[in-house]
């Protein structure tokens, strides 16, 4: 039987029932009650709508009603444990990662107002009402970890996983594409380094003169579109999470303070410290970027003509001319494109569809690489660096696996994975068994008949 291992439900589907909530109320009763938590049927009927909307919810009602009711149960039973273990999360840890989230949707609606407005709620209630979910999400995630620290697979295990498999329900593979590229990254300016650094100081001085005030001129002039919505304002965050330029700068604001120009490898910054709780800060900046001058790329685009036809005509390889030309670091390994999310170089387009959301070297790579042939050179194409750089690139297709039949040799990290999965969610249905003979788990009768996939022991 396969089933996705699914344990804790993504806050992306708790947001939205938020709103859904304003336009629809569901006669309420108790499903099930695990220990002193209880589940609802809204709480069930608010999921399936939004998996609905989404495409995610495949089979009848009743099936994905059964799922998402586990998943439940699975959660509850982990906040029930977290409790029995004196498990606790710090109310600085929760501030930020509910700041971290509320961050992401902004972005995703495009601004603070708008996702007032879709929700029916202010930014604050909004944070109250997400806040009790993301610490219970933050208290199950360290009870799966704990299940979870000793569960490996063996290269045995991958290989016995696979071959359990019957061949006539394998699943075939999308073509998936080893890229190499050559990047031209032309320099930005002293002069414009320069004014991007007088501009920001002029910012801070009317700032400290009291003609504007600091989130006024974030939302006017700072090139971070996701913060400058919000007037500069960043979150709650403790250590690791900004560049370290930007840290060591904000992590010493006292409260209100503002400070000279900073520059990260994103550009250069004023920042203002909100407030400080704990080892958590909140704060404001303001982002200016110099660019790099039109005539600079016109050069880049004009270098990368030249050596595109230089190893079109066979005058060198284009790992030579990698090493030879490119600005990447990817130079060193023959410019390799790597998977981020893998850390290996097959790439399908699929990955790389996924990863332009969160890595701005990827974007449009999808829409070139399915126009190319194995060997065939693109023309230069622009590009912008993870550092927020225009820049140009030319990029190659060295292999290109095909769709077809899962196999060990091609796709044995994938089979890994799903091996790795299967050993997870056994160990999940270990602990639940015998968990569930200890915890008070009392499931309505109208449930019963849910076809479970762990043995819940209900009473």
């Given amino acids: ?96 990662q509910v700041d971290q989230r509320i961050r992401y949707f902004v972005s995703r609606v495009g601004s603070q107002e708008k996702m007032e407005e879709q929700f029916g709620k202010s930014m604050s209630e909004i944070k109250e009402e997400v806040r009790q979910a993301v610490k ?20 045995q295990e991958v290989k016995d996983f696979f071959y359990e498999i019957p061949k006539d329900s394998l699943p075939t593979i999308s073509p998936s594409y080893e890229i190499v590229q050559i990047v031209k990254c032309p320099p930005v300016s002293i002069d414009e380094k320069l004014q991007v650094k007088d501009r920001l100081y002029q910012i801070r001085r009317r700032i400290l003169d009291g003609e504007s005030s600091f989130a006024t001129m974030a939302v006017l002039y700072s090139e971070d579109q996701g913060s400058a919505r919000q007037g500069g ?43 400080r709780r704990g080892e958590t800060i909140n704060c404001r900046h303001i982002l200016l970027t110099a660019k790099v001058p039109v005539e600079a790329l016109e050069k880049a685009q004009n270098q990368l003509d030249s050596v595109a036809q230089l190893i079109r005509n066979g ?53 070139v690489i399915s126009r190319l042939e194995v ?12 550092e927020n750089n225009d820049a140009f690139r030319l990029v190659k297709v060295n292999r290109k696996n095909e769709a077809h039949q899962a196999n060990l040799k091609d796709d044995y990290s994938l089979i890994q994975n799903w091996a790795l999965g299967q050993k997870r969610q056994q160990a999940i249905g270990k602990w639940v068994s015998n968990k569930a003979e200890k915890a008070y788990i009392r499931l309505d009768d109208a449930y019963k008949d849910y076809d479970f996939y762990y043995d819940w022991n209900f009473q």
């Fill in 1 to 96: 039987m396969k089933r996705n291992w699914i344990i804790i439900a993504l806050l992306f589907l708790a947001l939205p029932m938020i709103a859904q909530n304003q336009k629809s109320q569901v006669i309420d009763k108790v499903v099930a009650v695990v220990g002193k938590n209880i589940i609802l049927q809204s709480d069930i009927e608010n999921q399936y709508m939004q998996y609905r909307m989404q495409g995610m919810a495949e089979g009848t009602g009743k099936e994905v009603r059964a799922r998402i009711l586990e998943e439940l149960l699975l959660q509850k039973l982990m906040l029930n444990q977290a409790e029995m273990d004196s498990i606790t999360v710090t109310d600085e840890q929760v501030d930020a």
């Fill in 136 to 155: 219970d999400q933050m208290l199950q995630e360290q009870v799966q970890a704990k299940i979870m620290e000793n569960v490996v697979v063996t290269p």
């Fill in 233 to 275: 304002e960043l979150g709650f965050a403790g250590k690791g999470v900004y560049a370290t330029e930007f840290e060591n700068v904000a992590f010493n604001l006292r409260d209100g303070e503002i400070s000279d120009v900073v520059e990260t490898q994103f550009g250069f910054h004023i920042i203002q410290l909100i407030e």
């Fill in 315 to 367: 005058d060198m390889t284009f790992e030579e001319a990698c090493k030879k030309y490119s600005d990447d670091d990817s130079r060193n390994n023959g410019g390799y494109l790597s998977n981020a999310a893998t850390g290996g170089n097959w790439l399908s387009l699929q990955d790389l569809q996924e990863l332009e959301q969160g890595y701005p070297e990827y974007k449009n790579l999808a829409f």
């Fill in 375 to 386: 060997g065939q050179i693109s023309d230069p194409v622009p590009m912008t660096t993870n």
